[in-house]
Nanobody, 115 residues
């Protein structure tokens, strides 16, 4: 089990950038994949980007080319660089860490893209 704390959300105008960070504590050696999800009110939590051990990152089609996920396995951190933000990127972003027998979530951080 790990504990996750996100930071970096906020308000930005369309076309702007934000960087989300997530720090894991606990048994970070047991993490296989880390990811970011987004949820808007009344909708399910959708995968934005993920980076499993030994694999290339994968992205939702809607963010490909604009968002970049990066992970530091030793530090247990994952970041999401979000560029060219659009109003439809608005939502609560959750950090996720998964291992063979667990899946943990952060508390979420709000991202609002609006003019």
């Amino acid at each position: 089990q790990v504990q996750l704390v996100e930071s970096g959300g906020g308000f930005v105008q369309p076309g702007g950038s934000l960087r989300l960070s997530c720090a894991a504590t606990g048994r970070i050696d047991r993490i296989w994949a880390m990811a970011w999800y987004r949820q808007v009110p009344g909708k399910r939590r959708d995968l934005v980007a993920t980076v499993p051990d030994g694999h290339q990152p994968t992205y939702a089609a809607s963010v490909k080319g604009r968002f970049t996920i990066s992970r530091d396995n030793i530090k247990g951190t994952v970041t999401l660089q979000m560029n060219s933000l659009k109003p439809e990127d608005t939502g609560i972003y959750y950090c996720n860490a998964a291992g063979l027998d667990f899946e943990n979530w952060g508390q979420g951080t709000q991202v609002t893209v609006s003019s």
